[in-house]
């Protein structure tokens, strides 16, 4: 009984994640939407650069960006293509989104290669008018 309750739970909030999906193509330039489209793209090349210009400044000293490549960036261009529903133009899935006030935003990010797997955050906050990416699980 106790796992059918939790299948039956687990089933529901499938249910509930996929009905607030949404599909982002061309992303507005401006929008943590076009800078996760972005760190993607730079993935997909293998682009570390174009990566780490999405990243705030203290993640972009030498101390720091070693450890970025090293771990984040080696995980995340391994794994990118999962998170691209298609590549052009570049589309993506965010399953749910948790606002951290006006300037920062979490993304969960719908991963395709992998059935079932839970969606992966971005958390994002906004300097100036650029988004930046403080924290990446993808």
Known sequence: ????LALGILVAAGTLASADEETIK???????????AAALKAALAGDFE???????AEK??????????????????????????SKDPLTFVIVR???????????FIKDHKVEG???V???????GNTWLIVANAL
């Open 1 to 4: 009984m106790r796992n059918l």
């Open 26 to 36: 061309d992303a507005a330039a401006g929008t943590p939407e076009a800078t996760v």
């Open 50 to 56: 174009a990566y780490v210009q999405l990243l705030p």
């Open 60 to 85: 972009r000293t030498d101390e720091q960006r070693a450890s970025v490549e090293r771990y984040e960036w080696a995980r995340f261009k391994r794994q990118a293509a999962g998170y691209v529903k």
């Open 97 to 107: 989104r948790e606002p951290k006030g006006e300037d920062a935003v979490k993304l």
């Open 117 to 119: 797997r839970m969606p």
């Open 121 to 127: 955050p971005v958390q994002l906050k906004k300097d």
